[in-house]
């Protein structure tokens, strides 16, 4: 049976736990390490809803539509995570990225060339790939690029664009300047800067196929195909005037593209990031998450699948060959042209 302490013991004991809170002959009282530890500010949990996970959209569409779509992939994720999301969709390409290597970005949906410069500035990670229909209706981690005329324009290959006005998509667009680049490069023996008579960068893929609809270039670059909702179809996406198949052609196409991704930044934390990507992998197969990232209005994508770094290795092999500084040109922030509103055929 334990006894308790009585007497002088309990008193020499009492005035040492006094003498200890004095601090001693001193009389000042002392903070212990545990105390002074406690008191201290600690920083917001990751993913709590004073530190939100960051996702951040790259900028090739309609910038409403983009953030209400994010939103709805927030919601899902957070729901399946319990960990609080804020979506926004960056001011440009190069913005995303610096966003991500500042830490103000921890999760990204990153176009293709833009991966290879996140990765050369060793500020994050691809670790799922988009997966789209190809041509033949299959899944493909990759896709293509294709030049686009008016169909009564009278060119019919890429030496007929010579000294004429041409719409590329972004200086950071993989299917809408890197590969076609390549393509006037292998065709002509020029670069696109000579080659043309004046370019600009139509700041998304409707807009630079829009842009030869009506006339404002003599033809532009864009994926394959952003006239139609389905590849190889004749179902015309949302927005696109009902007879663009007729009025505009394809001259070229160039590929494989590796599709854009999602990465996650420099030391995002392993048991945060191993949730997200299973919950990103659930999300893609649920039909919520179908309809969602597959609106040819958002990203178009039909699935997602698990990639390393090394996936982007032809990318970077391509923007070498093609003479394309990715660093450079992500400094820069081209001004998107918007083309005039679809006129009547």
């Not at 006005?165 to 023996?189: D, E, H, I, Q, R």
């Not at 043309?196 to 960068?201: E, G, L, M």
Request: glycine fraction near 10%; include cysteine.
């Amino acid at each position: 049976m334990l006894r308790s302490f009585r007497g002088p013991i309990a008193i020499a004991m009492a005035a040492g736990v006094l003498f200890a809170a004095c601090g001693g002959a001193g009389g000042t009282a002392q903070p212990s390490a545990t105390t002074a530890a406690s008191a201290a500010p600690s920083a917001p949990r990751l993913g709590g809803i004073n530190r939100p996970i960051q996702l951040a959209i790259t900028p090739s569409g309609d910038v409403q539509s983009y953030t209400a779509s994010g939103n709805a992939i927030a919601s899902a994720l957070g729901q399946a995570t319990g960990l609080a999301w804020k979506v926004s969709v960056p001011t440009s390409y190069a913005a995303q990225i610096e966003a991500m290597c500042s830490g103000q970005t921890d999760v990204g949906f990153i176009a293709p060339l833009q991966m290879t410069l996140l990765l050369d500035k060793k500020c994050g990670t691809p670790v799922l790939a988009a997966l789209r229909k190809d041509e033949t209706g299959k899944l493909a981690p990759t896709y293509n690029s294709q030049i686009l005329v008016r169909s009564d324009s009278g060119i019919n290959d890429v030496n007929g664009l010579k000294g004429k006005k041409f719409a590329f998509v972004s200086s950071l667009s993989a299917s809408g300047y890197l590969f076609p680049a390549l393509t006037v490069k292998k065709a002509s023996n020029q670069d696109p800067k000579t080659f043309f008579a004046s370019t600009i960068f139509a700041g998304g893929h409707p807009q630079a196929a829009l842009a030869v609809y009506n006339g404002q270039v003599d033809g532009a670059s864009t994926f394959v195909d952003v006239r139609v909702t389905t590849p190889g179809g004749t179902t015309i996406t949302s927005g696109m005037p009902a007879d663009i198949l007729t009025k505009t052609k394809v001259i070229s196409t160039a590929g494989p593209i590796p599709n854009d991704g999602i990465a996650f930044r420099a030391n995002f934390p392993a048991d945060i990031a191993a949730q997200v990507k299973k919950a990103l992998l659930d999300y893609a197969a649920s039909d919520a998450g179908k309809k969602t990232l597959g609106d040819p209005k958002f990203i178009g994508w039909d699935g997602i699948q698990e990639v390393t770094a090394t996936f982007y290795d032809d990318m970077k092999a391509a923007a070498t060959l093609a003479g394309i500084d990715v660093a450079a040109e992500a400094a820069k922030t081209p001004t998107p042209v918007t083309p005039a509103p679809t006129k009547a055929p």
